[in-house]
């Protein structure tokens, strides 16, 4: 067996929508086909799926393997010893916006399990890299809205008046915890982490056709049946931040099923593997080395590290300018709350942006 011991690098996924983008700048180069004319060159995308099942390993002993295969393969050796499902832990994308997606709700793992056997419920959050002057959301149901109302709103494609209307900024976090009734706007690109799933509950499209030119199917029972009315609009978090020798060092966000931080690299910082759990690098932007004892490979805006539990200490070294994305199944006290305190940060800022 391979020992998974130093970061790998992982392929992107990209998928069309009808609400998506030609234009993946500045983060991804969108890939051509080598077939003249072919049809996925004029699709437009909305989705980089950056840890997908399909997702192959371009470096290292497992290069060619998909995500999935070698989840299922090396379980705790790659996911780390916490980790006791075949899958591999986290789903993370970033998503192009031109128009808005429909309005949508996720189950959670119980709730998933009783209407969709066999799925995982869908807690969520985003992360705000750019926003433009149309850029807007749907986050939450206005107050007093009843269920019924709600319902029949959706059933006349009319639920943006039923819902709160808000204009994200860049590197704003916000949180969707399982029944938050929310729908993404046109002019965002942001990035998603979630539980390992894609189950979701569409309640409305606003009339709209899909991909084959057919309405799209909704899921007004069960998603009716999941629905959080009184969730409170959990955006614009507090930033906490900190100083680091190499930069600086942002703690997103942090919830029993994932966590966020942002590293600004602006000198070479140091890092390791955790045993407890696997991490993940998205580079956001920004090109430089990752340095190993055996040796080194460039990264670039874009790439997506896989931090095996076993990876010992590793570089990453900047050309220019690094925003990296750290994402990973966390034990909150030890991994968010602990640390912060130490480092003096206000336990109200804290506990603002940890969800236990």
Same mark, same amino acid.
């Given at each position: 067996?391979?020992?998974? =011991? ?9 998928k ?6 030609? +234009? ?17 060159? +004029?699709?437009?995308?909305? *989705? ?14 497992? @290069?060619?393997?998909?995500? @999935?295969?070698?989840?299922? #393969?090396?379980?705790?050796? !790659?996911?780390g ?9 986290? !789903? ?5 916006t031109?128009? %808005? ?5 996720h189950?959670? =793992? #119980?709730? @998933? ?5 066999? +799925? ?5 959050? %985003? /992360? ?22 709600l ?12 819902? +709160? ?16 009734v ?18 979701? /509950? ?9 991909l ?7 899921? !007004? =029972? ?18 906490? #931040?900190?100083?680091?020798? /190499?930069?600086?060092? &942002?703690?997103? !966000? ?36 990752? *340095? ?10 874009? =790439? ?9 200490? /590793?570089?990453?070294?900047? &050309?220019? #300018? ?35």
């Amino acid at each position: 067996m391979p020992k998974l =011991d130093s970061p790998l690098q992982l392929s992107p996924v990209f998928k069309p929508k009808i609400w998506g983008r030609d +234009n993946l700048s500045p983060i991804f180069t969108r890939p051509r086909s080598s077939t003249p004319a072919s049809k996925t060159d +004029n699709e437009l995308i909305g *989705e980089v799926w950056i840890t997908d099942d399909q997702s192959q390993f371009m470096n290292g002993p497992i @290069a060619g393997m998909t995500l @999935a295969q070698a989840s299922e #393969k090396f379980g705790p050796e !790659l996911n780390g010893e916490n980790w006791k499902d075949g899958r591999f832990p986290l !789903l993370a994308k970033y998503i192009y916006t031109s128009d %808005w997606l429909s309005v949508q709700v996720h189950p959670d =793992d #119980k709730q @998933a399990a009783r209407f969709d056997r066999g +799925n995982r419920g869908k807690c969520e959050m %985003w /992360y705000i890299v750019s926003s433009g002057r149309k850029g807007e959301l749907l986050l939450g149901v206005k107050p007093g809205v009843s269920a019924d109302k709600l319902r029949t709103s959706f059933e006349h494609g009319k639920s943006r008046r039923q819902l +709160n209307r808000f204009r994200p900024k860049g590197g704003e976090a916000i949180f969707i915890p399982p029944g938050t009734v929310h729908a993404l706007g046109p002019d965002l690109v942001l990035f998603e982490v979630e539980e390992n799933s894609d189950l979701t /509950y569409r309640l409305d499209d606003f009339g709209r056709m899909g991909l084959d030119g057919k309405p799209r199917p909704l899921h !007004l =029972d069960k998603g009716m049946s999941v629905a959080r009315l009184g969730l409170p609009a959990l955006r614009d978090l507090p930033i906490v #931040k900190v100083s680091e020798p /190499y930069g600086s060092h &942002r703690f997103v !966000l942090a919830s029993g099923f994932f966590a966020l931080e942002e590293l600004v690299l602006l000198k070479r910082g140091t890092f390791r593997g955790r045993p407890e759990a696997v991490e993940v690098l998205s580079v956001l932007e920004g090109d430089g080395r990752v *340095e190993t004892a055996e040796g080194w490979l460039g990264y670039h805006s874009g =790439d997506t590290w896989l931090i095996p539990p076993a990876t010992e200490n /590793y570089r990453l070294v900047p &050309r220019e #300018k690094t925003r990296v994305l750290k994402f990973y199944v966390p034990d909150i006290d030890r991994d968010f709350r602990r640390p912060l305190q130490k480092r003096g940060g206000r336990a109200s800022k804290i506990a603002r942006i940890v969800f236990d």
